[in-house]
């Protein structure tokens, strides 16, 4: 079959072109950037903001998945509101035209209102509607709704809402990678007490599929994983790698209560890890509930323990078993 993944050479576009072409399927590999050459695999370059780069990207997919997101912390960032809303919609108005049998949209969990959650998300949690909240959390929303707009004129589409991502393979050094190596290394003494819903890049890869094969149209599907204490996840990742574990972690209470003098500083440095946006899903840390996934999709994500021990496999050069969660 032939299908077409926009994004193609991010973070989850290159574990789900892997998975993709494991089965078999001829992907037109979309980005602006091409990635590794690989068997199965045509790269082109395509503007999801253009649509007649879109028609002519997406001509001949039966399946289309959008994976293009612009992420940011910023309260207010004009490109990205454009990619992840506009940008929904040309893809869908695109994949519509050319005749695609289904779209699968890439979400976040980050379109639902994690500070008004109750402590739970599932898939009629509130949204995120608030104009206080950062961009990316309201564009993913309203990226949804745009996608929406063209499934009411016939495309068949169904939307995906992943949690944080992580593990291997991962050339991009993402944000929770690149804090679970640096303790990896034993270069966090300190943490931040909290968690979040972790879930493993391999497993939404092959959640992603199994939207698109039994996913029901117009219907939202979590992809999360596993409520994930991140001190215990840094001294996991310290302790499989043999380097010395963070000794203590500083409690959500006190950052929360510093925080109105922590950010505008880490401001004034550049820095933007030290901000509501980027604190917000470890203070507020609501369980996230992926029952429908799981009944409906037959999506099961495997232990954080194995994700953890593979990434540290993989950033130390060792071979690992790149195979993706297998759906009942």
Known sequence: M?????GAAGFLGTNLLRLLTDRGHEVTAIDRIQGASQS???WVSGDVLDPASMRQTLDGAEVVYHLVALITLAHKNDLAWRINTEGVRVVADAALAVGARRMVHTSSIHAFNQYSCGGRINERSPRSIDPDLPVYDRSKWQGEIELRKII?????AVVCNPTGVYGPVDHSDSRINKTLWDAARGRVPVMIKGG????????VAAGL?????RGRTGENYLLGGHFTD?????RTAAEVNGKMKPAFAIPTKVISACMPVMEPVAKAFGSDRISKAAMGALLSAPIVEHA???EEL???PRPAEQTIRDLVDFYNGKPIDVDTQKIA
């Open 2 to 6: 032939k299908v077409a993944v926009t």
């Open 40 to 42: 199965g695999v045509t």
């Open 152 to 156: 009411d004129k016939g495309l068949d």
């Open 196 to 203: 979040f819903d972790l879930v493993d890049v391999r497993d």
């Open 209 to 213: 599929i199994a939207a698109g094969e």
């Open 230 to 234: 991140m001190f215990q996840a840094t």
């Open 292 to 294: 429908k996934a799981t």
């Open 298 to 300: 037959g999506y099961r």
